[in-house]
T-cell receptor
C-alpha cells in the first residue's frame, strides 16, 4: 500500500501525559498537512510542511503542540500535557505541490486520541 | 479562516434516488475537491475540479466548479447503500485546503 499511513490508529491517554503521532506521506509528495477533526465537523487545518520546512501554523496549534518533518519525509505531531479538549481525530494528508493553488490532498486513516 | 458552508447537513433518501449537495463560500477558490468519509476512517478523495465552470464525473458522481469560483455541487445518481457516509467539500487557496462541515447521507435499502 503506497498511501498515507498514520500510527497509532488509536491512543488513549491520561490528562497531562505527552503523546506523539507519526505520519508517512505518499513518497513523492512534498507537502504534508496535519488536520484535527472533532465529531460532526470537517477537518480543521493545523499546520503544513513543504519538504522539511514548516510553512504555516494555525492559531489552533497551541504551544503544547509541535510538529516536525526532519528529513522532508515522515512527520511527527507531539502534544504535551494533554487536556481533555485535545480528544479528536488527528489526520495527516499529503499533496504533490507542483504549482500554487492546484493539487489533490490525500489523507491517512487518522489517529484517534482520547484523553481521560 | 475561510468558511465553507455545506448544505444540506443531512439527507435521508431511498436507494435508487439521485442526490444533490452543495458548498458555498464567501471566498474564491482555485481548486475544489469532494471527499467521502466513513466512520473511523480518513476522508477519501472522490473528485477534483480545477477550472471555473468545469463539470467532472467519476462513475455515478458528478461535480461542478461554480462560475463565480465561490461554490461547487456534487450529484450522486442512482444511490446505493454503500453511498452512506459523510461528504465533505474542500477549497484550496494559498496552499491550504479548507473544509466544509459535511453532508451526512443516509440511504434506505
Amino acid at each position: 500500500d503506497t498511501g498515507v499511513s498514520q500510527d497509532p490508529r488509536h491512543k488513549i491517554t491520561k490528562r497531562g501525559q505527552n503523546v506523539t503521532f507519526r505520519c508517512d506521506p505518499i513518497s513523492e509528495h512534498n507537502r504534508l498537512y496535519w488536520y484535527r477533526q472533532t465529531l460532526g465537523q470537517g477537518p480543521e487545518f493545523l499546520t503544513y510542511f513543504q519538504n522539511e520546512a514548516q510553512l504555516e501554523k494555525s492559531r489552533l496549534l497551541s504551544d503544547r503542540f509541535s510538529a516536525e518533518r526532519p528529513k522532508g519525509s515522515f512527520s511527527t505531531l507531539e502534544i504535551q500535557r494533554t487536556e481533555q479538549g485535545d480528544s479528536a481525530m488527528y489526520l495527516c494528508a499529503s499533496s504533490l505541490g507542483l504549482a500554487e493553488n492546484t493539487g489533490e490532498l490525500f489523507f491517512g486513516e487518522g489517529s484517534r486520541l482520547t484523553v481521560l | 479562516g475561510q468558511q465553507l458552508n455545506q448544505s444540506p447537513q443531512s439527507m435521508f433518501i431511498q436507494e435508487g434516488e439521485d442526490v444533490s449537495m452543495n458548498c458555498t463560500s464567501s471566498s474564491i477558490f482555485n481548486t475544489w475537491l469532494w471527499y467521502k468519509q466513513d466512520p473511523g476512517e480518513g476522508p477519501v478523495l472522490l473528485i477534483a475540479l480545477y477550472k471555473a465552470g468545469e463539470l467532472t464525473s467519476n462513475g455515478r458522481l458528478t461535480a461542478q466548479f461554480g462560475i463565480t469560483r465561490k461554490d461547487s455541487f456534487l450529484n450522486i445518481s442512482a444511490s446505493i447503500p454503500s453511498d452512506v457516509g459523510i461528504y465533505f467539500c474542500a477549497g484550496l487557496n494559498f496552499n491550504k485546503f479548507y473544509f466544509g462541515s459535511g453532508t451526512k447521507l443516509n440511504v434506505k435499502p
